[in-house]
């Protein structure tokens, strides 16, 4: 899978907002087609790592280069894909018309651009929903809405924000098999949650807390280092400290 | 800068503004609402203004016509100049009055023998509650100069008989109130919902995540500017051409100009106005907030534009402050094109001022949106 340079590399990470440091030396090699996953409680620095990778915001030290570039680069955006933790979508446009629209902003044109909506809508199962105005579905639908509306233009590199909150289990797991379809055809992704069993899928996993990477490795490695036979209690034992640091 | 980036924005845009009937229905039926409501009130309201007045063939202690000149001069916000009959266009046209009160030669000589008088007001087109305020004052003052004196002959009346008044515009054969306002509220109406929807749209954008979704897109800040511009200059010109139809046809509001004009300055006023709400949607966290800024922008310029009270009579600090805000040109431009019927070379200044504040509000816009993520 790995292809020479990594496909995210950075080092000495850190990120700062006023006095409150989000991100503390943060280093992280993830290398192409790989299925790696962000866990740690809420406020750990997930989201804000994850903007920093998309280019939304600027580090205050350390490199980070991302598809070989160093960001933020704005060429990188066509081959990224970044699903929020909001659903992100226009609550007065139909399904289609939102999936159409960002489908168009990547250049995505006519015939083409039809078919590719056809096809995550179908993933999406929202084919027969696709000409309600989003403001009327429900919160799964919506968050179904926004996958689709991240798919149409076929990322390279996918960053995915609890992308499976509110989503019902039979779902999720149609989801991770379409995820684990995108990551054999090459996309790597990049997925931050709080569900064990979802993060028990990825190939690799960080732990990060208080904008530390506490450890990294699959997640047998991190059961393992915690002396734990689940996925939950590791998790525990990393938030309550882990191991000392 | 991709077209099609910009164009699919636009579009979006403007279907969400079109799609929402209900605010569809208000932004056409409030407007047409405050020109009917306009056609019939005309606000009469003090402000420092200063009278022209010709004097009547008389002199001596009973000079009825230099009472109440005097009269006028004494009362509050009112300054008096004397002009001559010949006088009266030329200051008019240069605004050293905002209004002539004309004495025929005989009005005293009628008004004592108790024979039908009367005087004239005359007032610019660009200057439209002028008429109404010299009205006012012209009735208290004549009142009170007639009302104590006694008639020559005393088998009449007790007190001398009020003139009567007639009003005439310059530029103005048979026109309405509602002739001088449509040009405003055309100006206004545009300002007020590009810059209402903008802003809240925009806050929408951020709040929602679409922002941020855009901002890892390919799309560019200018591309999304430009696209905001486009969709809203959809919604304008869709919104502009009904008031306009409206007041024409239905208002019989007199159109002196070229439609053509209209558009252009319709155009800027819309550029200025969508940068505007983007610029201050930064400023706001929520959708009450951005709401908060409307009367903020909005207020000072309806009262400072000229729509109610002409600009000269306003205290120097004010006119300062009338001069930085864009509606002042705009209204002064729609008044040129619908009233006096002017060209397009002759508002030149207005038009260049509109398009400075454009450059000047998309500059500061797109700056603003780097700001609008974090």
């Known amino acids: 899978m790995a292809s020479g340079e990594n496909i995210i590399e950075c080092s000495g990470l850190t990120m700062s907002f006023g006095s409150l440091k989000v991100l503390d030396c943060i280093d992280l090699s993830i290398e192409y087609g790989e299925n790696y996953g962000l866990l740690g409680p809420n406020g750990s620095g997930k989201t804000t790592l994850i903007r920093i990778l998309c280019g939304l915001l600027i580090p205050n030290s350390g490199t980070v280069k991302v598809l070989g570039r160093k960001v933020p680069d704005h060429r990188n955006n066509a081959l990224i894909g970044y699903m929020t933790q909001m659903d992100a979508l226009y609550n007065d446009l139909t399904v289609r018309e939102n999936a159409r629209f960002f489908a168009s902003i990547y250049g995505l044109k006519g015939h083409i651009r039809e078919k590719r909506i056809d096809e995550v809508l179908e993933v999406a199962r929202l084919t027969d929903r696709q000409d309600s105005i989003v403001g009327t579905l429900s919160g799964g639908m919506k968050k179904r809405a926004s996958i689709a509306c991240v798919l149409t233009h076929r990322p390279k590199l996918m960053f995915m924000d609890e992308p499976t909150v509110g989503v019902d289990p039979g779902l999720r797991s149609e989801f991770w098999d379409y995820f684990r379809e995108l990551n054999k055809q090459g996309v790597t992704l990049i997925i931050s949650t709080h569900i064990m069993d979802e993060a028990e899928r990825c190939g690799r996993l960080a732990f990060l807390r208080e904008g530390r990477k506490l450890i990294e490795g699959s997640p047998q490695y991190l059961k393992d280092k915690a002396g734990k036979a689940g996925l939950e209690e590791a998790y525990m034992y990393y938030a309550g400290g882990g191991d000392g640091r | 800068m991709d077209a099609s980036r910009i164009l699919s924005l636009g579009k979006r845009i403007a279907t969400q503004c079109l799609r929402d009937k209900r605010t569809m229905a208000l932004i056409i039926a409030a407007p047409s609402l405050v020109m009917l409501l306009l056609a019939y009130f005309f606000s009469t309201s003090a402000g420092s203004i ?153 806050l929408r954008e951020r709040s929602f995540g679409t922002l941020e979704r855009l901002m890892v897109s390919p799309i560019t800040r200018a591309e999304i500017i430009i696209g905001y511009m486009l969709g809203f200059l959809v919604f304008a010109a869709i919104q502009s051409s009904i008031i306009l139809l409206f007041a024409i046809f239905v208002l019989n509001v007199k159109m002196a100009g070229g439609v053509l004009a209209v558009v252009v300055v319709q155009f800027l006023l819309t550029l200025v106005a969508v940068n505007l709400g983007i610029f201050c949607s930064s400023f706001a966290k929520n959708e009450l907030q951005a709401i908060q800024f409307i009367p903020l922008v909005l207020l000072p310029q309806i009262f400072l534009d000229g729509m109610f009270w002409p600009v000269s009579t306003f205290p120097n600090y004010l006119q300062a402050l009338s001069y930085i805000m864009p509606l002042t040109y705009a209204n002064d431009a729609l008044q040129g094109i619908m009233v006096q019927g002017v060209g397009l070379g002759d508002i030149w200044v207005d038009i260049l001022v509109l398009l400075g504040f454009a450059v000047a509000m998309i500059v500061l816009s797109t700056l603003t949106l780097n700001k609008q993520l974090q």
């Open chain 2, 50 to 202: 200063t009278i022209g007045v010709v004097l009547d063939h008389r002199t001596g202690t009973e000079h009825l016509s230099q009472l109440i000149a005097d009269g006028l001069n004494a009362s509050d916000n009112v300054t008096v100049v004397y002009l001559e009959e010949k006088d009266i266009n030329a200051s008019l046209n240069n605004k050293s009055v905002d209004g002539v009160i004309y004495f025929p030669p005989n009005f005293t000589r009628n008004v004592l023998d108790s024979k039908p008088s009367y005087v004239k007001i005359v007032t610019h087109g660009n200057n439209p509650s002028a008429g109404g305020i010299i009205a006012q004052k012209f009735a208290n003052v004549s009142a009170k100069v007639l009302g104590s004196r006694a008639p020559v002959q005393p088998a009449a009346s007790p007190a001398l008989a009020m003139p009567s008044v007639e009003a005439e515009v310059l530029y103005g054969e048979g026109y309405k109130s509602i002739d001088f306002f449509a040009p405003y509220i055309l100006g206004l109406i545009a300002f007020i919902f590009v810059f209402m929807f903008t802003s809240v749209t925009f």
